[in-house]
């Protein structure tokens, strides 16, 4: 194998699919990326058997030349050490070369690296996906979806379900949903799909899949095709494929969670709300609990203090925009709240409560298509 190619789109493919690979492995070849070089240009795979990210880097678009393949071949070479090499060389163009047993040679301007590679046909094959249902989103809207649900899964696996995102589709809608059981947070979005009686109920995408792929979806308004199976989903942007496996089990029935009637309402301005329980929990900082109190008063006014004994009180007075119903004392985790405050997409936020013992819904005010959910905490 041998092909010269532009360091930039070399470093980025490599550090994309870097993100899939994981150091615990118990499989050596998967430490490692594989590269090929075809006559169309050249591939990266990295995998850890839950994530599988694969970039493709074409021979020329439009505008540019990328890859000048010699000779055609693949080779797996070790990740760690490969990217932080490809990052640090000293000219726009790499040369790659493989000869006999695997030994590849590396060289861009004076400097020349000697790697020793790995089989390549020992390397797990990517899952064939059948792409009989397929629905799209733009970059941006997913990259937003994962934004406003992936921090609300649980990081305990003692109910692994719950460490993932629940996706369904039904009639045009996707809905997401994630809790750890104290919080949940929901988004929905139209998509577009290929039939029309496209759907699907019980999808549970990892978080930490999310999350990797997010740091490589770009910001734009392209469209993204989404592949789901039985036991894996298939995101396929312009050049790269993100393969990530689905947590086995039922996600809870969370929409008989969501209360659907409300004793005290309250609107107020987010960021004012987000900058009070910030100073809140300054003083529980080292706590765990993070408990922050509320109680609205009369004259539309919010009281929000949070007390730690050995340290001190603090009170936050916050002029609500519309206070109704009856009087309430309630107790949180303020971290919860700072976590999803920091997610919605609106200057306004409109909390209904329904009780001091109940959970609470806390809505933009601007949209209906998030929604927060938060478990009291009982303080005695």
Known sequence: MKFTIQREQFVQSVQHVTKAISSRTTHP????IKIDATDEGVTLTGS??????????????DENEYVEIEEEGSIVLQARVFAEIVKKLPENQIELTVQDQFAATLKS?????NLNGLDPEEYPRLPQIEEDSVFKLPKDLLKNII????????????????????????????????????RLAMRKAKVDTNTDDFSFSNVIIPGRSLTELNKILDDTEDWIDIIVTENQILFKAEN???????LDGNYPATQNMIPTTSKTGVKLDTKQFLQAIERALLLSRDGKNNVVNLKTMENGHVEITSVTPEVGKVTEDLQSIELTGEEL????????????????????????FTGAMSPFVLKPVDHDYTLHLFSPVRTY
Do not use: M, Y
């Open 240 to 246: 790269i494929l993100f393969f990530s496996r689905l």
């Open 48 to 61: 850890d058997s839950d994530i599988s990210i694969e970039c493709f880097i074409p021979k020329e678009d």
């Open 109 to 113: 301007g004076a400097s020349v690296f």
């Open 147 to 182: 934004r406003q649900t992936g921090f609300a899964v649980s990081t305990v696996e003692t109910r692994p379900v719950l460490t993932g995102v629940h996706w369904q589709v039904e009639n045009g809608e996707l809905s997401c949903t994630s809790t750890d059981s104290h």
């Open 329 to 352: 004392r309630i107790s949180f985790n303020g971290k919860n709240l700072i976590d999803a405050l920091k997610v919605v997409d609106s200057s306004e936020i409109h909390i209904d």
């Open 29 to 32: 070849i998967l430490t490692g």
